[in-house]
């Protein structure tokens, strides 16, 4: 283990998408979603504590799920999770985690990750970290590099926004541009033109290179946080984010920092790996059966029902019968059952219910 590798996690999301399995009381990366054994954010720690001490994991998250932290990552230290009292975007908790652990290490280098990805190939994965650590740990430009990194498409996919760069020998490409979520004929042309990766908010630099880009980029975010440094890793750290935290701008680091930066390098990840984004991706990633049927938990009894994701509690017996391309989910108080081709109207229905019959469902 090397005691300048820090990891960040990012776990305040809810996963709106993943309703009604994911909810704001009990978001997807505290879940099992693939039914592994493990809970997305169990799996995300268990892969970076394979290079990173866990004494230098930091979770990020909201002051409600502070207790599910503890219960599903109990090696991570109290002071190492950062409780955000107000939705502020992902570049303000960034900073905020940034100067914490510059104060502990002034020769840090970090990975900001999120909670909820998966990621089958772990050892791919650590090699392309271990590249990205040893790049960002002995540059030496006068603007430090940032890198993230890319996940080659496979198909040209409108939902993720694009990183295009330069051609180079090295394993770091230079950044040319941060392309938004394109249509499907511009996300052709992508993949077409060969220099473009997936942006998987992925990101690893050194704890200098990010502080010193908050500083000359969103200067204003850079006082209010360093106005409290000396309260950083103390008891008084806790009064200072609740005094001061709500008052950041609601940006993001892509928006913030990353397409401002004259030196953001991109690694073309080697390994696969998906957002989970949506019960559709779990259906993408998952193992089919004889019928091209997706089962999570459940025990089934099908008869010409094809294309199917079907998650339920575990040991939950469910019959089917000519049910094609279908999700069904069912969590302890809602069961959902819908065309696998109008997953993105999860969020209506979730709406929905949460209208009619509280929110005590969503």
Not at 249 to 254: A, L, N, Q
Not at 277 to 303: C, R, T
Not at 306 to 326: A, E, H, M, S
């Amino acid at each position: 283990m090397n005691k300048n590798y820090y990891a960040i996690i990012m776990a305040g999301g809810v996963g709106s998408r993943f309703w009604p399995l994911s909810k704001a009381s009990y978001p997807k990366q505290f879940h099992d979603i693939l039914g592994a054994g493990e809970t997305l954010i169990e799996r995300t720690f268990g892969r970076l504590s394979q290079t990173v001490p866990a004494d230098n994991v930091l979770v990020l998250t909201n002051e409600r799920y502070k207790a599910l932290v503890n219960e599903q990552l109990p090696k991570v230290k109290d002071e190492n999770i950062v409780l955000e009292p107000a939705m502020r975007n992902t570049a303000p908790c960034i900073l905020l985690a940034a100067l914490k652990i510059y104060k502990s290490n002034p020769d840090a280098v970090m990975i900001v990750a999120p909670s909820d990805h998966w990621i089958e190939d772990e050892a791919s994965f650590l090699r392309d970290l271990e590249t990205a650590f040893q790049a960002c740990a002995t540059d030496s430009s006068e603007e430090k590099l940032l890198v993230t990194l890319g996940i080659e498409p496979t198909f040209p996919h409108t939902g993720y926004g694009y990183i295009q760069y330069a051609a180079a020998d090295s394993d770091v490409k230079t950044v040319k541009a941060f392309k938004e979520k394109p249509d499907y004929n511009t996300a052709k042309s992508f993949l077409a033109e060969g220099n473009y990766s997936w942006n998987a908010g992925i990101f690893i630099w050194s704890a200098k290179a990010i502080i010193e880009a908050f500083e000359k980029y969103l200067p204003e975010m850079f006082s209010l946080f360093n106005s409290g440094y000396d309260s950083l890793n103390t008891q008084s750290e806790a009064q200072f984010i609740l005094e001061n935290y709500a008052k950041a701008e609601d940006i993001s680091i892509d928006y913030g920092i990353l397409e401002k930066s004259k030196h953001v390098g991109v690694i073309p990840a080697t390994f696969d790996w998906s957002d989970l984004g949506a019960w559709g991706s779990l259906y993408d990633k998952l193992d089919k059966d004889k019928d091209d049927n997706v089962i999570v938990n459940a025990k089934v009894v099908s008869k010409e029902s094809t294309g199917n994701l079907i998650r339920t509690q575990p040991g939950k017996v469910v019959v089917v019968d000519g049910l094609k391309d279908f999700i069904v989910v069912d969590s302890q108080d809602v069961l959902v059952i819908m065309p696998k081709a109008k997953e993105q109207d999860v969020k209506i229905m979730r709406n929905e219910v949460k209208e009619k019959f509280g929110s005590d469902l969503v």
